[in-house]
């Protein structure tokens, strides 16, 4: 439980210095982007082990859905102005689906063989 708590901490000491990085230098990158971005850089070349975050994230992925629920309502509130552009939106949905499928599947073959080596 302490060792989550940590991870925890240090996951999000990492988002808190991207977002300093970001307001300070004005990088054109959402400071959750580019802590994802340093996180997996540090993760695949081994600077930072998998087990000094992994039970952290995994909590975080178990609370996940909740995160989504302040967006999802806001949508909800205002699908008044959804409706005109519902096309738009569908297919923006559907794009960033497939491309984020295909990056996930790029990702996990690259991994899968990698650790096959």
Known sequence: MIRTGLQLVLLGALFAVCRW???RTGFPLPA???????LMALLLTRALPERAVG???DALLRILPVLFLPPGIGIIRE??????HALAFAAVLVG???VGQVVAG????AAVRREGR
């Open 32 to 38: 959750g982007l580019l802590a994802l971005l340093i």
């Open 21 to 23: 990085a970001v307001a």
């Open 79 to 84: 699908l008044h102005l959804l409706r005109g």
């Open 106 to 109: 790029v990702v996990a073959e």
């Open 96 to 98: 960033s689906l497939v």
């Open 55 to 57: 039970n952290g994230a």
